[in-house]
C-alpha cells in the first residue's frame, strides 16, 4: 500500500507563490508517473502537471510558465512551486501515484484572492 500525504496548502493573494508538497510513504511498488490535479468548486478534477520516473513533465496550458513539478522519485517528496498565483488557480490541488494502480493523496486547498 502507497500512502501519500499533501500539504502546503493555503490562502495567497493574486500574484503570489506557493510550494505544494507531496510525501510518498508505504511500501515500495513501481511508480511510472507522479501528478497534481486540482479540482474547483462545482468542477471536474483537472490536470496540472506530470512527471514521469525520468524527469520528463507536462503541464496543463493555464499553468505553463507559472507551475513546477519536481521530485517524486522513490524516497522523495513530490513538489508543485506555483508562482504568479490567479484566482482562478482556487482548488483543491491532489497528487496521484500510477504504476500498476493509481494512489491518491487527501488533498490540500489553494485559495487565492484577488
Known amino acids: 500500500q502507497v500512502q501519500l500525504v499533501e500539504s502546503g496548502g493555503g490562502l495567497v493573494q493574486a500574484g503570489g507563490s506557493l510550494t505544494l508538497s507531496c510525501k510518498r510513504t508505504?511500501?515500495?511498488?513501481?511508480?511510472?508517473?507522479m501528478a497534481w490535479y486540482r479540482q474547483a468548486p462545482g468542477k471536474q478534477r483537472e490536470l496540472v502537471a506530470t512527471?514521469?520516473?525520468?524527469?520528463?513533465?507536462n503541464y496543463a496550458d493555464s499553468v505553463k510558465g507559472r507551475f513546477t513539478i519536481s521530485g517524486g522519485s522513490p524516497g522523495n517528496t513530490l513538489y508543485l512551486q506555483m508562482n504568479s498565483l490567479k484566482p482562478e488557480d482556487t482548488a483543491d490541488y491532489y497528487c496521484?501515484?500510477?504504476?500498476?494502480?493509481?494512489?491518491w493523496g487527501q488533498g490540500t486547498q489553494v485559495t487565492v484572492s484577488s
Open positions: 512527471i514521469s520516473s525520468v524527469g520528463s513533465t
Open positions: 496521484k501515484a500510477s504504476g500498476g494502480y493509481e494512489y
Open positions: 508505504g511500501v515500495a511498488v513501481r511508480i511510472n508517473t
